[in-house]
């Protein structure tokens, strides 16, 4: 079964700092989500990757998915406090989506 | 555009009670999700429907959750008895074809 494992669990940033959030896969990945979760919320759709290589921007974000399709990153420059929150990946099994257990940000004023 | 409600947003419940949450997803989305999302988890799929049907119930406790979406709009999930480890967010979304659109999710707490 397909495995998702997110690196860090946590992550804490001093605001202005860049900082990069990885996501691993057992198998190869036919598409990759990302999402921002808040405590107590709902998940918000980031970007979806598909392809080997592809690489997609939203604002200060930026998220990249390795040639072999079995890694992403997702990296943020400059952090502002309203990046604080968790980040889940997801892999596209085509009907569903199998998400990594998240990455908690903190951003330091 | 409305996005995916979600209800009551908090539920506090003793064990062995009962407990019911409700979703409308977004107008014309066909496929409908129930996730669990334990603190310090990933969500974990319960169930998808499209339509009225069920694709994929394969994580579903059987034996004490249910979930149903009559006319293909809005869905219930239901469980009972519940048990201290049902505590976590219920989060219902919806697709229209690849992208999800996550509700706000229900705390459930079971003491």
């Known amino acids: 079964s397909q495995e998702l494992e997110q690196s860090p669990q946590s992550l804490i940033v001093q605001e202005g700092k860049n900082l990069t959030i990885n996501c691993t896969s057992s198998k190869t990945l036919y598409g990759l989500y990302w999402y921002k979760q808040k405590y107590g919320e709902g998940l918000i759709f980031l970007m979806m990757l598909q392809k080997g290589g592809e690489e997609k921007s939203h604002e200060k974000i930026t998220a990249k998915l390795d040639e072999k399709k079995q890694q992403s990153s997702l990296h943020i420059t400059a952090s502002q406090p309203s990046h604080a929150g968790i980040y889940l990946c997801g892999a596209d099994m085509i009907d569903k989506i199998i998400f990594g257990k998240g990455t908690r940000l903190h951003i330091l004023p | 555009e409305a996005g995916v409600a979600q209800s009551p947003r908090y539920k506090i419940i003793e064990k062995r009670q009962s407990v019911a949450f409700w979703c409308n997803p977004i107008s014309g989305h066909a496929t409908l999700y129930w996730y669990q999302q334990i603190l310090g988890q990933g969500p974990k799929l319960l169930i998808q429907f499209q339509n009225n049907g069920v694709v994929d119930d394969s994580q579903l406790p059987k034996d004490r959750f249910s979930a149903e979406r009559l006319k293909g709009v809005d869905s219930t999930l239901k469980i009972q008895p519940a048990k201290l480890e049902d505590s976590a967010v219920y989060l219902c979304?919806?697709?229209?074809?690849?992208?999800?659109?996550f509700g706000p999710g229900t705390r459930l707490t079971v003491t």
């Open positions: 979304a919806s697709s229209p074809a690849y992208e999800q659109y």
